[in-house]
């Protein structure tokens, strides 16, 4: 293999070239409210896939948008020249819904820039991503020196149920020797990092019913239990007086290199003055490397519009983060197992799972991750990146190591600690996504680089 790579000035030149043209094509997806969750017109999430599809088109790859029973996702590819290997570059261009409209600054899908931040649902989470990836080719042009194979899936945010089938559908054409997936976050703005774990996830309702029917809270109550009350009485059983989990059978593990300062995590977070942290440890042990349970949501009458009577069944959605090293199967059994055994006053209990996704554990270790690492080093001025956890969940990550166990898995992203992803004002740093993007065509260049010295040996 002899391939022509581009040098470090003349990426830097490319990607500040292409920017302009990069931050306007990335303000068109965002004004495509493309939610693949129930209720939405799914019509704007094909509507996002064509354009992310014409985007490709423009660099050159022959692209195709593809299903397998849900929403639609895209696959363009360009063959390696001789000898080099191929680059999986992953994104979603689905977003999540945008929530109570009076909590945003500006209109959600009408990008705006303030403060050196671009606002919009998608803009960080992961419209940003997409855009990364073509960033980067653009930069090259014709003087790719590595094949590529965009994979920009469209539910992502909704769980990705249909993501298993697709690969195994498509196994031959995406095949890959590294794999980018440019849906985390950076330690810091002025810090890059590489995520090196991700807990895993199960969602699940917990229904409780006491009575057949409503009934008379005066005449009945003091005696009679109401489901409501019940069931605030069972999630509560969920943590200890500490506030760390409860459930008996969850994994929970250690060995956090960094931790949060506290003040920059009670901004990040938003967290009302007076309001403490819950669970015991590093804070990034608790957030990384340890269970976590929400309540995310709760059926039962609205406040305005509740009668004077005993609400006979109440719900619950609880979202369970599992540390890594557990299983998403054993999670789910092991909660069931304590809200059965935990249900007060002999309540009716039913556990209903949602979806589930399993934590991992990347060794990131060897050829490919030294080649991002120095990457990301020379694309933020001599900052060297952290290996960080995040404690959300990427569950496909699992998946695509299974289908591909060969090739190294680079969980790079757009988002800064300040970035919302799925809150209100969800915004993206501009000149971290310029940094993002140089890093991008940096690490495609040192990937050929690598080959070309382990052909050489």
């Given at each position: 293999m002899t391939t022509t790579i581009r040098s470090e000035s003349e990426l830097r030149a490319a990607i500040e070239r292409e920017l302009p043209g990069v931050r306007a094509d990335?303000?068109?997806?965002?004004?495509?409210?493309?939610?693949?969750?129930?209720?939405?017109?799914?019509?704007?999430?094909?509507?996002?896939a064509e354009a992310?599809?014409?985007?490709?088109?423009?660099?050159?790859?022959?692209?195709?948008?593809?299903?397998?029973?849900?929403?639609?996702?895209?696959?363009?590819?360009?063959?390696?020249?001789?000898?080099?290997?191929?680059?999986?570059?992953?994104?979603?261009?689905?977003?999540q819904p945008v929530g109570d409209l009076s909590l945003w600054q500006s209109d959600p899908f009408e990008p705006v820039e303030r403060d050196g931040r671009l606002y919009g649902r998608?803009?960080?989470?992961?419209?940003?991503?997409?855009?990364?990836?073509?960033?980067a080719l653009r930069a090259f042009g014709d003087a790719l020196p590595v094949g590529v194979v965009l994979f920009i899936e469209g539910e992502e945010e909704y769980g990705s149920d249909s993501l298993e089938r697709l690969l195994k559908e498509h196994r031959e054409e995406i095949a890959a020797d590294v794999i980018v997936i440019a849906d985390s976050m950076n330690w810091d703005i002025g810090v890059p990092a590489l995520t090196t774990s991700?807990?895993?996830?199960?969602?699940?309702?917990?229904?409780?019913?006491?009575?057949?029917?409503?009934?008379?809270?005066?005449?009945?109550?003091?005696?009679?239990?109401?489901?409501?009350?019940?069931?605030?009485?069972?999630?509560?059983?969920?943590?200890?007086?500490?506030?760390?989990?409860?459930?008996?059978?969850?994994?929970?593990?250690?060995?956090?290199?960094?931790d949060y300062p506290e003040d920059r995590l009670r901004t990040e977070a938003g967290m009302l003055d007076g309001v403490s942290f819950i669970g015991t440890g590093r804070l990034t042990e608790r957030i990384w490397t340890?269970?976590?349970?929400?309540?995310?949501?709760?059926?039962?009458?609205?406040?305005?519009?509740?009668?004077?009577?005993?609400?006979?069944?109440?719900?619950?959605?609880?979202?369970?983060?599992?540390?890594?090293?557990?299983?998403?199967?054993?999670?789910?059994?092991?909660?069931?197992?304590?809200?059965?055994?935990?249900?007060?006053f002999g309540a009716s209990v039913t556990v209903t799972l949602e979806h589930d996704g399993e934590p991992c554990v990347i060794d990131a270790t060897g050829p490919m991750y030294d080649a991002a690492r120095a990457a990301f080093q020379t694309a933020w001025d001599?900052?060297?990146?952290?290996?960080?956890?995040?404690?959300?969940?990427?569950?496909?990550?699992?998946?695509?190591?299974?289908?591909?166990?060969?090739?190294?898995?680079?969980?790079?992203?757009?988002?800064?600690?300040?970035?919302?992803?799925?809150?209100?004002?969800?915004?993206?740093?501009?000149?971290?996504?310029?940094r993002v993007c140089l890093a991008e065509a940096l690490l495609l260049a040192k990937v050929a680089e690598v080959a070309e010295t382990v052909a050489a040996d």
């Open positions: 990335l303000e068109r997806l965002v004004r495509i409210p493309g939610i693949a969750f129930d209720g939405f017109d799914h019509s704007q999430v094909e509507r996002s992310v599809a014409e985007l490709l088109r423009g660099c050159s790859l022959d692209v195709r948008v593809v299903r397998s029973g849900g929403q639609p996702a895209v696959i363009g590819r360009r063959p390696a020249p001789p000898g080099a290997p191929t680059v999986m570059l992953y994104a979603h261009h689905d977003v998608g803009a960080a989470d992961d419209k940003a991503g997409v855009m990364a990836h073509i960033a991700l807990r895993g996830v199960v969602n699940c309702f917990v229904e409780v019913r006491t009575l057949s029917q409503a009934v008379h809270s005066g005449m009945f109550g003091g005696a009679v239990p109401d489901a409501l009350t019940t069931l605030c009485r069972l999630l509560a059983t969920l943590h200890d007086d500490a506030g760390d989990v409860a459930v008996e059978g969850l994994v929970s593990t250690g060995g956090a290199t960094v340890k269970p976590a349970i929400s309540v995310i949501g709760l059926d039962a009458p609205a406040t305005g519009e509740a009668p004077n009577a005993l609400v006979p069944t109440a719900k619950a959605k609880l979202s369970v983060r599992l540390a890594p090293g557990d299983e998403a199967a054993k999670a789910y059994a092991a909660l069931t197992e304590h809200l059965r055994r935990n249900a007060p001599g900052v060297a990146p952290v290996d960080i956890g995040v404690g959300g969940s990427i569950p496909f990550i699992d998946t695509f190591r299974q289908m591909f166990p060969k090739a190294a898995i680079l969980v790079t992203g757009v988002e800064d600690p300040y970035a919302r992803a799925h809150g209100p004002n969800e915004s993206l740093n501009l000149g971290e996504f310029a």
